[in-house]
């Protein structure tokens, strides 16, 4: 046996040690919750694969990916204004409702995780801090106002060192935006610039992992790291927006292993567009992870979009299906109980991989499929809603009437619905109109100062632009002392279109059209003709589905269709352009179905 014996000094040193060890072991008894969200604007993860970034090689870093599912209510465009509010929501453009840029106020139905976290404990300390302005200052405004720290417009050597300083404040979330890669791909595209971007964003990592790795040592709290971007580039890397499978590419970054949904790229899905991009984890799932980690969980109401990647795994990779309303991804043995708007209808096996909704819903039908007592969402597209008519205001504006008695002002310059649309058509808003909200088939504005309103009874109405409101005496019928030709199709006009000169074309139910003449004020004679091939190139089809039509400028008209679609015609070349009838959504008319 060794027998040994302390000095005086070293039985000191001991009890001393002994006591740090209990002061280290108490600290750590009471170790919280800890996340740090690190965006990296427009960094193109196969760059990053490329490159010798020793810091990122830190983490365990995926493919996952942005824009939504193209052709779906979640599509939206690959920028920075879409991409961050998806990132810091857990959800799509058609709820967070930023759509470009320039968007206004995110939608605060679906608040930030800034907003959420706060109203969670409202002791939490919570900074965001950017170099990117309008991620503070524009989107999230009201919801920052409410957390501890808000830093904008900063280099992205200052965003690390006001990071450092309030994550070793006692910080609880930190979000950190950096901007060096995206300004290097807009302004030299892929190459030598572009690569010295994405090192010094490495290093600046790496100041910000040392720091976690610090706090842990010291503290013991339990750390989550999360590094992503906002979207991807083209083949060139100097531009983004787009639907391919470059712009739509991002990745995420964790310091922990994560779950199922992140590591494991799907396969067998109902879309496999874009090489099977939506087989890797969604944009949308950064913001129930951090929040799952830091004690918070997802509720159903929320009806977030994104999956949390860690702890239980639910419904995975929900789209539309080929031959059912939902399609999704599991190899669970266990069962999805499904909501609709809140209500709860159906409850069938993971293992079914989709499900047929019996109802014949009206309006937008949000699901939420709950598996493993995690819940996720899925917002189908407007359902029975279309155009019914556009009036064309004026160069810069346009005004668009829908069937669920709503209408959108749309912006013809930036090519955007704008903020806080679509609302209801009433006598405060449109004066003389809202009585007959339900009735509108067809307008156009006769560039005289008035414009026309074709009611599906077989009345119209007159709509003084300078004073902002109906005439009196309206609504009075389409007859042919009012309207000479017109008479007799009264209650059969589906879509007026202001054509050049002084014409204007009425579309009928029927599939034929008649040419009005604004001067002679009467139909024009040998009409009613058919709407065929040889009439209208390339619309005949579509004769009897037309519901609404207008021209856009003086090259361009558009004819809105049945179903949510629409087609371009080329005033030039008096035919359809090609590729057409498209899909109405948010990358081809941003906002313009929107709940």
Not at 47 to 71: E, K
Not at 162 to 178: C, K, P, Q, S
Not at 297 to 311: C, N, R, T
Not at 557 to 562: D, E, G, H, I, P
Request: net charge neutral.
């Amino acid at each position: 046996m060794l027998n040994f014996r302390l000095s005086h000094t070293g039985q000191l040193a001991l009890k001393l040690v002994s006591a740090c060890a209990l002061m280290v072991c108490a600290s750590w008894s009471t170790a919280a919750q800890k996340a740090l969200l690190v965006g990296i604007d427009g960094a193109q993860y196969e760059r990053i694969q490329a490159l010798n970034t020793p810091n990122f090689d830190r983490l365990i870093i995926n493919r996952a990916y942005t824009g939504g599912i193209a052709g779906e209510s979640s599509q939206q465009s690959t920028y920075s204004g879409p991409g961050w509010s998806t990132i810091l929501t857990g959800n799509w453009v058609h709820k967070h409702q930023v759509t470009s840029n320039s968007s206004g106020l995110a939608n605060p139905a679906y608040p930030s995780i800034f907003k959420r976290l706060k109203q969670a404990n409202s002791n939490l300390k919570v900074a965001s801090i950017v170099n990117w302005s309008p991620i503070n200052t524009q989107f999230f405004t009201n919801d920052v106002a409410l957390i501890n720290t808000v830093k904008s417009g900063l280099s992205d050597a200052n965003v690390v060192t006001e990071a450092i300083a309030f994550m070793n404040a006692g910080g609880d979330f930190t979000f950190v935006h950096l901007d060096g890669p995206d300004h290097a791909g807009h302004s030299y595209g892929f190459g030598s610039n572009y690569d010295a971007s994405i090192l010094t964003a490495d290093q600046q990592l790496g100041q910000l992992l040392n720091t976690v790795d610090q706090l842990k040592q010291t503290t013991g709290d339990d750390w989550l790291v999360l590094v992503t971007t906002d979207h991807g580039r083209e083949s060139s890397g100097f531009n983004h927006g787009s639907q391919t499978f470059g712009e739509k590419s991002i990745f995420i970054a964790s310091n922990k292993t994560l779950n199922q949904e992140f590591s494991q790229q799907v396969t067998n899905l109902a879309n496999t567009s874009f090489n099977n991009i939506y087989g890797y984890a969604a944009q949308t799932s950064i913001t129930p992870t951090l929040l799952r980690h830091m004690g918070i969980e997802p509720q159903a109401s929320w009806l977030l979009d994104g999956l949390p990647l860690i702890g239980n795994v639910g419904v995975r990779k929900i789209m539309a299906g080929t031959n059912t309303d939902l399609a999704w991804y599991s190899d669970s043995s266990g069962t999805v109980d499904i909501f609709r708007n809140g209500t709860y209808v159906d409850s069938v096996l993971a293992s079914s991989l989709g499900w047929n909704d019996p109802a014949v819903v009206q309006g937008v039908p949000d699901y939420t499929l709950t598996l493993n007592n995690t819940p996720v969402s899925y917002r189908g597209a407007l359902l029975n809603v279309d155009i019914t008519a556009v009036l064309d205001w004026n160069s810069s504006r346009a005004y668009f009437f829908r069937s669920d008695n709503r209408y959108v002002r749309y912006n013809k310059t930036s090519d955007q619905s704008d903020a806080g649309y679509p609302v209801d058509v009433t006598n405060s808003n449109w004066p003389g109109l809202g009585n007959y909200k339900q009735l509108i088939t067809a307008s156009f504005n006769a560039e005289n100062g008035k414009s026309y309103f074709f009611l599906s009874d077989g009345n119209y109405i007159q709509y003084d632009n300078a004073t902002d409101k109906a005439d009196a005496g309206y609504p009075k019928p389409t007859n042919n002392t009012n309207w000479p030709g017109l008479g007799n199709y009264a209650q059969d006009i589906r879509a007026s279109l202001r054509w050049t000169g002084n014409k204007v074309y009425f579309f009928f139910a029927n599939g034929t059209y008649s040419r009005y003449d604004l001067v002679n004020k009467s139909v024009d004679s040998g009409y009613p003709k058919p709407v065929n091939n040889s009439t209208w190139p390339g619309l005949g089809n579509y004769a009897t589905e037309i519901t609404e039509a207008v021209k856009w400028n003086s090259s361009r008209a558009y004819f809105f269709l049945s179903g949510q679609r629409y087609i371009r015609y080329s005033i030039t070349n008096d035919s359809v352009d090609a590729g057409y009838p498209a899909a109405i959504n948010n990358s081809t008319w941003p906002g313009l179905l929107n709940p």
